[in-house]
Antibody, heavy 121, light 110 residues
Framework: EVQLLESGGGLVQPGGSLRLSCAASGFTFSSYAMNWVRQAPGKGLEWVSVISHSGGRTYYADFVKGRFTISRDNSKDTLYLQMNSLRAEDTAVYYC??????????????WGQGTLVTVSS | QSVLTQPPSASGTPGQRVTISCSGSSSNIGSNTVNWYQQLPGTAPKLLIYSNNQRPSGVPDRFSGSKSGTSASLAISGLQSEDEADYYCAAWDGSLSGRVFGGGTKLTVL
């Protein structure tokens, strides 16, 4: 069974930094592209970033380019999101999500339960 | 404002058929497959439809998807109370080099 367990969320001041982690199990982590998707309170889903299975390719939503960095450690089956220069509008539940098919970047299939990031002074 | 456009709400009575639309452009729906996700209150999203019209195992055949040009639709037949949820369409956008979601449609079962 695919399991994605996010951690690292919490309260941070505007301008601060936070690193989210996602521990994966139940599948061959190194074979799948992985994503971060966020959802502000009471709002819709918003894709943040995707990283290829090897880590060689990364893509970002415009609103996080230059501030967030996605990375992965395939030896630890763990996905990361380094978030810098945080703003109040970054307040959201951040979901870790796994693509459906191995090797290529394709479609999100599995989702974690999310971790809440609150940016406030 | 979302790149993919969905109606903010939809409703139906038990047993009815409802349809939710998702409108995009040539750079997303027009050239890539569409997925649909269901998000029940207080839970993480769940993949409902992939590759425009395919159901993952475990998803009832009451749910179906279709795509034509730069638009897609999710149909739910035999509406049940447990279908009350938020529904999102999604696709890759080649111009943005990223995934895009619709704004979501809140389905109410009357």
């Amino acid at each position: 069974e695919v399991q994605l367990l996010e951690s690292g969320g919490g309260l941070v001041q505007p301008g601060g930094s936070l690193r989210l982690s996602c521990a994966a199990s139940g599948f061959t982590f190194s074979s799948y592209a992985m994503n971060w998707v966020r959802q502000a309170p009471g709002k819709g889903l918003e894709w943040v970033s995707v990283i290829s299975h090897s880590g060689g390719r990364t893509y970002y939503a415009d609103f996080v380019k230059g501030r967030f960095t996605i990375s992965r450690d395939n030896s630890k089956d763990t996905l990361y999101l380094q978030m810098n220069s945080l703003r109040a509008e970054d307040t959201a539940v951040y979901y870790c999500a796994k693509d459906q098919y191995a090797t290529t970047i394709n479609d999100i299939q599995h989702w974690g339960q999310g971790t809440l990031v609150t940016v406030s002074s | 404002q979302s790149v993919l456009t969905q109606p903010p709400s939809a409703s139906g009575t038990p047993g009815q058929r409802v349809t939710i639309s998702c409108s995009g452009s040539s750079s997303n729906i027009g050239s890539n497959t569409v997925n649909w996700y269901q998000q029940l209150p207080g839970t993480a999203p769940k993949l409902l439809i992939y590759s425009n019209n395919q159901r993952p195992s475990g998803v009832p055949d009451r749910f179906s998807g279709s795509k034509s040009g730069t638009s897609a639709s999710l149909a739910i037949s035999g509406l049940q109370s447990e279908d009350e949820a938020d529904y999102y369409c999604a696709a890759w956008d080649g111009s943005l080099s990223g995934r895009v979601f619709g704004g979501g449609t809140k389905l109410t079962v009357l």
